[in-house]
């Protein structure tokens, strides 16, 4: 399994990014995948799930209304569109296959991480 992930980079306070994830090795109508970040000094956090089937999105508190996560299964792609960025959004994000028990999503295979830096 191989999780490639893309579109970190750059950019300033209230501005655009869209992160893309190509997944192979693994079927995405078969999986939900999701989206971590780790920023530096800190615990590798949830930000953002999709379903495998009914496409229901799952957010964490901290980017509800920001960034909305999509699927494309033909292209085997995850998304992960930010918008309105802020500096505590700064951190290294990763694609991965989830598993949802009750409230907690857990990474099963990951991907390596795109940089994401935000400055003020």
């Known amino acids: 399994v191989q999780l490639q992930a893309s579109g970190g980079g750059l950019v300033q306070a209230g501005g655009s990014l869209r992160l893309s994830c190509a997944a192979s090795?693994?079927?995405?109508?078969?999986?939900?995948m999701g989206w971590f970040r780790q920023a530096p000094g800190k615990e590798r956090e949830f930000v953002a799930a999709?379903?495998?089937?009914?496409?229901?999105?799952y957010y964490a508190d901290s980017v509800k209304g920001r960034f909305a996560i999509s699927r494309d299964n033909a292209k085997n792609r995850v998304y992960l569109q930010m918008d309105s960025l802020k500096p505590e959004d700064t951190a290294l994000y990763y694609c991965a296959a989830v598993r949802r028990t009750g409230p907690t999503f857990t990474g099963d295979y990951w991907g390596q991480g795109t940089q994401v830096t935000v400055s003020s």
């Open positions: 999709i379903a495998s089937t009914v496409l229901t999105e």
């Open positions: 090795g693994l079927s995405l109508r078969r999986n939900m």
